[in-house]
């Protein structure tokens, strides 16, 4: 790509992610690498329904998220950007007919990128670092069908070496799970309440996974930095485990937003779920009902990323890898690289 001319106004991108559960798209316009204005929109689309046991996409899934991108597809052309990016995480990874999808988001104008883990990972956490410029910081990405967790940190803007003048991402290690709150409903829970014995399988099954992150990290980083002090982490689950937490109703994004979450308290959810059917959880204030069959599940990824490194709380983002993904369109737009070492297909 030849080096564009960097226009005078702030650059306008739209990015679209398309994830297991959540169907997520901004609007933003961005100047030096900061987002100055955004609006965004999200959609429950359970792209990720039943991909754990058939290995394909349903119908109906790809209905519900053609159909909301269609609509995501006249708000883009009205707001009218510079570049736009869609990509596709954990369910589109894993479904055998995922072309199927792609060809219907094409035929609506789109050019979609199914992105790997590690990718999905360096973009969260370039979207989650500005927040914590020079803090070595992990940051855990718990969705529908799998949790990316990235140790590191972000130098500050005016590091001089930087390749797009938004800091150098140092990341130490990156890994993405298959753990995320729709596979593990589908895996272990045949309804809600869980029957006897589900819970703890499901634990047995996580535990082990995110224990061997924590310990691969700790291992190596042996008489040296060790676990990072801080956990960051973005996604639905926790803003919804915050919001509940906290009786949200309305949602209050300014609340949840670099707000901490405790071990125990999502403990406490875990256990108040475990008593309650889907429609009873899906009466509860601060979360949106469509969540209510895998808010469960996703509960007990965060508790074990947290017990497993031995974290009593950790920090929930707002910010995420819609965020990385907007910076990074903006990114290739002007200067045809980007921060997090991946191009994205620009229309």
């Given at each position: 790509m030849?080096?564009?001319?960097?226009?005078?106004r702030?650059?306008?991108?739209?990015?679209?992610?398309?994830?297991?559960?959540?169907?997520?798209?901004?609007?933003?316009e961005?100047?030096?690498?900061r987002?100055?204005?955004f609006?965004?929109?999200?959609?429950?689309?359970?792209?990720?329904?039943?991909?754990?046991?058939?290995?394909?996409?349903?119908?109906a899934?790809?209905?519900?998220?053609?159909?909301?991108?269609?609509?995501?597809?006249?708000?883009?052309?009205?707001?009218?950007?510079?570049?736009c990016?869609?990509?596709?995480?954990?369910?589109?990874?894993?479904?055998?007919n995922?072309?199927?999808?792609l060809?219907?988001?094409?035929?609506?104008?789109?050019d979609?990128?199914?992105?790997?883990?590690?990718?999905?990972?360096?973009?969260?956490?370039?979207?989650?670092a500005?927040?914590?410029?020079?803090?070595?910081?992990?940051?855990?990405?718990?969705?529908?069908?799998?949790?990316?967790?990235a140790?590191?940190?972000?130098?500050?803007?005016?590091?001089?070496?930087?390749?797009?003048?938004?800091?150098?991402?140092?990341?130490?290690?990156?890994?993405?799970l298959?753990?995320?709150?729709?596979?593990?409903?589908?895996?272990?829970f045949?309804?809600?309440?869980?029957?006897?014995?589900?819970?703890?399988?499901?634990?047995?099954?996580?535990?082990?996974?995110?224990?061997?992150y924590?310990?691969?990290?700790?291992?190596?980083?042996e008489?040296?930095?060790?676990?990072?002090?801080?956990?960051?982490?973005v996604?639905?689950?926790?803003?919804?485990?915050?919001?509940?937490?906290?009786?949200?109703?309305?949602y209050?994004?300014?609340?949840?937003?670099?707000?901490e979450?405790?071990?125990?308290?999502?403990?406490?959810c875990?256990?108040?779920?475990a008593?309650?059917?889907?429609?009873?959880?899906?009466?509860?204030?601060?979360?949106?009902?469509?969540?209510?069959?895998?808010?469960?599940?996703?509960?007990?990824?965060?508790e074990?990323?947290?017990?497993t490194?031995?974290?009593?709380?950790?920090?929930?983002?707002?910010?995420?890898?819609?965020?990385?993904?907007?910076?990074?369109?903006?990114?290739?737009y002007?200067?045809?690289?980007?921060?997090?070492?991946?191009?994205?297909?620009?229309?």
């Amino acid at each position: 790509m030849g080096e564009a001319q960097v226009p005078a106004r702030p650059v306008k991108v739209a990015a679209v992610d398309l994830g297991t559960v959540t169907s997520r798209l901004i609007l933003a316009e961005i100047e030096g690498g900061r987002i100055v204005r955004f609006s965004k929109r999200s959609a429950i689309t359970d792209l990720g329904e039943g991909v754990d046991a058939t290995g394909e996409l349903s119908q109906a899934a790809i209905e519900r998220v053609a159909g909301v991108c269609s609509g995501y597809a006249r708000e883009i052309a009205a707001f009218a950007p510079d570049a736009c990016a869609l990509t596709l995480t954990s369910a589109a990874r894993d479904a055998a007919n995922g072309n199927v999808l792609l060809e219907r988001l094409r035929g609506l104008g789109f050019d979609p990128q199914i992105i790997p883990g590690e990718t999905e990972a360096r973009l969260t956490f370039f979207g989650v670092a500005a927040d914590f410029a020079g803090e070595r910081i992990g940051v855990v990405d718990s969705g529908g069908g799998s949790t990316e967790i990235a140790v590191g940190r972000i130098t500050a803007d005016s590091d001089a070496s930087s390749v797009c003048g938004a800091g150098r991402l140092e990341l130490e290690q990156v890994q993405s799970l298959n753990i995320g709150c729709r596979r593990v409903t589908d895996k272990f829970f045949s309804a809600q309440p869980p029957a006897a014995g589900e819970v703890d399988a499901a634990r047995v099954w996580m535990d082990p996974q995110f224990a061997a992150y924590w310990q691969e990290l700790a291992g190596r980083d042996e008489g040296g930095a060790g676990l990072p002090d801080r956990v960051v982490a973005v996604g639905g689950t926790v803003t919804t485990l915050v919001a509940i937490v906290h009786e949200l109703d309305p949602y209050d994004s300014a609340f949840v937003h670099l707000h901490e979450l405790t071990l125990d308290e999502v403990r406490a959810c875990i256990d108040r779920f475990a008593r309650m059917t889907t429609d009873e959880i899906a009466a509860l204030p601060g979360i949106q009902p469509k969540r209510a069959r895998v808010i469960m599940a996703g509960a007990l990824a965060i508790e074990s990323v947290l017990a497993t490194g031995g974290y009593r709380s950790l920090t929930v983002s707002e910010n995420g890898l819609l965020i990385g993904l907007a910076r990074t369109v903006a990114e290739a737009y002007e200067k045809g690289a980007t921060t997090v070492g991946w191009l994205p297909k620009l229309s």
